[in-house]
C-alpha cells in the first residue's frame, strides 16, 4: 500500500451560534454558522447542510459566498474557501413549539480532511411558551402603578403607596405606614369604623381623643357628686 503525501488536505471547521438563547414560540431564532478552512490547501467545492430544528418554520437563509438552496434541510454550496479563510451563513427560523430546539450542521469537500471530527456542529436552544420569555416592563397608569414581568404574575398596586393590593390594607387610598389602630384589619385611611378627624382629634396617630382621656375623671365627679346629695337629703 502506498501513502500519497502529497495530496491535497483542508481541515474544515464548522461552530455554530445561537440567538436568543431561550427563545419564545412565534419569535425569531438565528443561527450564525462559521465554516473555517485551517489548511494547509484550499478547500473546493465546500458543501455545507443544516437540518433545522423539529417544529420550527424556515425563515431566510444567507451566505457570505456561494448560495443556499431548500427550507428543511438547508443546502449551501460555498464554492472554494481558501487555506486560513471563513465563510459565514446566517439561517433564520421561527420556533412553534415548546422544548428544545436542535440544530445539526455538517460541512464537506472534495479534498481530504485531516480531522473530521470538527466537521459537524449542534446547537441546542430552549424554547419557550410566549407567555413566559423576554424581558421585564414597566408601566405607570392613571389608576396606580402596575409592574409587570412577561414570565410571571403581576404585581398591582391601586393607591400608589408602594405597597402592593394583595397586601395593602386599604388599596383605594395612598396609606404607605399601613397604620391600624383597631387592628380589625382595615387601614385607618379608609376605616369608616374610626371617629372622623373633627370628632377624634389626633385619632389614627396613636393619641387618643380628648373626650375619651377625661370620661373617667367625669365618671368620678359625677359618683361624688351623687353620693354628697345622699347624705344631705336622705335620713
Request: charged letters at 15%; a negative charge; aromatic letters at 2%.
Amino acid at each position: 500500500r502506498v501513502l500519497r503525501y502529497d495530496a491535497a488536505r483542508a481541515d474544515l471547521i464548522v461552530t455554530v451560534a445561537v440567538a436568543p438563547d431561550p427563545a419564545t414560540v412565534g419569535g425569531n431564532l438565528t443561527y450564525t454558522i462559521t465554516v473555517t478552512n485551517a489548511g494547509p490547501s484550499a478547500a473546493t467545492n465546500v458543501t455545507l447542510t443544516d437540518t433545522l430544528p423539529a417544529g420550527a418554520t424556515f425563515v431566510s437563509t444567507t451566505a457570505s459566498q456561494g448560495a443556499c438552496n431548500g427550507s428543511g434541510p438547508v443546502t449551501c454550496a460555498l464554492a472554494t474557501i481558501a487555506s486560513g479563510a471563513s465563510v459565514t451563513v446566517t439561517v433564520i427560523v421561527t420556533p412553534t413549539q415548546t422544548g428544545t430546539a436542535t440544530m445539526t450542521i455538517s460541512v464537506s469537500a472534495s479534498e481530504i480532511d485531516p480531522n473530521a471530527g470538527n466537521n459537524s456542529a449542534t446547537a441546542a436552544t430552549t424554547v419557550n411558551d410566549a407567555g413566559t420569555g423576554g424581558g421585564n416592563e414597566n408601566s405607570n397608569s392613571a389608576g396606580g402603578n402596575e409592574n409587570s414581568n412577561n414570565g410571571g404574575n403581576a404585581i398591582t398596586d391601586t393607591d400608589g403607596d408602594g405597597v402592593e393590593d394583595a397586601l395593602d390594607n386599604c388599596v383605594d387610598v395612598a396609606n404607605p405606614d399601613q397604620a391600624d389602630e383597631n387592628a380589625d384589619g382595615i387601614g385607618d385611611a379608609c376605616d369608616d369604623s374610626l371617629p372622623t378627624p373633627a370628632a377624634c382629634g389626633l385619632c389614627g396617630s396613636g393619641v387618643v381623643s380628648m373626650s375619651a382621656a377625661l370620661m373617667p375623671l367625669l365618671l368620678i365627679h359625677r359618683m361624688g357628686s351623687r353620693r354628697r346629695y345622699v347624705a344631705k337629703h336622705v335620713t
